[in-house]
């Protein structure tokens, strides 16, 4: 399998639930990156991981937990979210964050939905 | 904090037809910035960039860009368009100083039609 995939691609979920977004990518990349898009609204940066390693949060409510064990795989941990968290949430992977400014790849991204 | 504007929502054009997507951004600081195609229910795909040197870019699949400094813009043009470029097109920009930040526009919606 090539690129930058996600599971699940939809997910639906109740305020109270705790469930986990994955990311893979099969680039050989070194950093990786989580999207939210909602709709109307531009997309936007949540995390960025270089080498394992935050390196940037954007400012994302702690009910939004990354973790990234290696450079390959990236999950997004979900607990206690509201209804206006529903939204595409897009992985992406780049050679190496923080170089001249690399492509990045996206994966399809996942659809959540929170009752 | 850079802010991007897409000034279209939404552009309707034949096949066939030329088409400029806008994007105007807020700095006057250097910048990298960069065209996405988002194709319904994918990822988005980089169509084209710009670094450094000449201000007309040329991407994949016939599109181009120019860099106006002045103007802070960098619209984004396709001579002839086809049925298959129907898709959400984002602007972004990125502070040359600051390499993992990205400021995505909030999109056009480019509908070909035939």
């Known amino acids: 399998e090539t690129g930058v995939t996600q599971t699940p691609r939809h997910l639906v979920m109740g305020m109270t639930n705790k469930k986990s977004l994955k990311c893979e990518q099969h680039?050989?990349?070194?950093?990786m990156y989580w999207y939210k898009q909602s709709a109307k609204k531009p997309l936007e940066l949540m995390f960025v991981y270089n080498f394992k390693e935050q390196t940037e949060n954007n400012s994302v409510p702690s009910r939004f937990s990354p973790e990234c064990p290696n450079s390959s795989h990236l999950f997004l941990h979900l607990h206690t979210l509201q209804p206006e968290d529903s939204a595409l949430y897009l992985c992406a992977s780049s050679q190496e964050g923080g170089r001249i400014q690399e492509t990045q790849y996206f994966g399809p991204g996942t659809r959540l939905l929170v009752l | 904090a850079q802010s991007v504007t897409q000034l279209d929502s939404q552009v309707p054009v034949f096949e066939e037809a030329p088409v400029e997507l806008r994007c105007n951004y807020s700095s006057s600081v250097s910048v990298y910035l960069f065209w996405y195609v988002q194709y319904p229910n994918q990822g988005l795909q980089l169509l084209l960039k710009?670094?450094?040197?000449?201000?007309l870019v040329k991407g994949i699949n016939g599109f181009e860009a120019e860099f106006n400094k002045s103007q802070t813009s960098f619209h984004l043009r396709k001579p002839s368009v086809h049925i298959s470029d129907t898709a959400e097109y984002f602007c972004?920009?990125?502070?040359?100083?600051?390499?993992?930040?990205?400021?995505f526009g909030s999109g056009t919606k480019l509908n070909v039609k035939p």
């Open positions: 680039l050989g990349h070194n950093a």
């Open positions: 710009y670094l450094s040197g000449s201000t």
């Open positions: 972004a920009v990125s502070d040359r100083g600051n390499f993992n930040k990205f400021y």
